[in-house]
């Protein structure tokens, strides 16, 4: 079955440092890939997504690609803010249902 | 005001009383789930629908029923709590028309918070 591995936390940065929390995923087909981000206290809300291989998917300066030829979805960003700190989630789309991550706890101190 | 909302925020119960956890929106999509969350786990799918007369089971759905009232309103039911049901329950949407059904994005509702002692 489908099934999303993503790195485990907790991962603790400085501001301004690069942030990379990689993601591997296992799926029959031709799934769609998301990373979504989950504040303190929040929902899940939709960081960035890409439907199909070679598509990058960016939003709020990170980024993400979708390689399908390593079955990865690595997300990204260059300068990470405090505002970042959150819990990041890989998930993969398939035929009807998303299959997730364990998620990644992220904390930037100033 | 939310575009998915839950109610309630929070609750605490015991174990064998039956809880209804509701959740409504308003951004007309067809599509429904419940979802569950646990430290480490990440997020698993209960019950999802996709349309009012149409409800399937997910990956744990034991222990569990839904309701899909109407097409804004999908209602998740747990007729006799078990203390191994204390997790964050979430509740998506998503609009069919949007894409296909490997690229509709969902949409997720703020959570809530069951305790069963």
């Known amino acids: 079955g489908d099934s999303v591995t993503q790195m485990e936390g907790p991962v603790t940065l400085s501001e301004e440092a690069f942030l990379t929390i990689n993601c591997t995923y296992t799926a029959t087909g031709y799934p769609s890939l998301f990373w979504y981000v989950q504040y303190p206290g929040e929902g899940l809300q939709l960081l960035l997504k890409?439907?199909?291989?070679?598509d990058k998917g960016s939003n709020k300066g990170f980024e993400a690609t979708y390689r399908k030829e390593t079955t990865s979805f690595h997300l990204e960003k260059g300068s990470v803010q405090v505002s970042d700190s959150a819990v990041y989630f890989c998930?993969?789309?398939?035929?009807?249902?998303?299959?997730f991550g364990a998620g990644t706890t992220v904390t930037v101190r100033a | 005001d939310a575009d998915v909302t839950q109610t309630p925020r929070n609750r605490i119960t015991k174990t064998g009383k039956r809880i209804m956890l509701e959740c409504s929106q308003t951004?007309?999509?067809?599509?429904m789930y419940w979802y569950r969350q646990d430290p480490g786990l990440g997020l698993r799918l209960i019950y999802y629908s996709f349309d009012v007369k149409d409800i399937n089971k997910g990956e744990i759905s034991d222990g569990y029923s839904v309701s899909r009232q109407a097409q804004a309103k999908f209602s998740l039911s747990l007729e006799s709590a078990i203390p191994n049901q204390t997790a964050l329950y979430f509740c998506?949407?998503?609009?069919?028309?949007?894409?296909?059904?490997?690229?509709?994005?969902?949409?997720f509702g703020p959570g809530t918070r069951l305790t069963v002692l």
């Open positions: 890409a439907t199909k291989a070679d």
């Open positions: 998930a993969l789309r398939g035929d009807y249902k998303l299959s």
């Open positions: 998506a949407t998503s609009d069919s028309t949007s894409g296909s059904g490997r690229t509709d994005t969902q949409y």
């Open positions: 951004k007309g999509h067809d599509r």
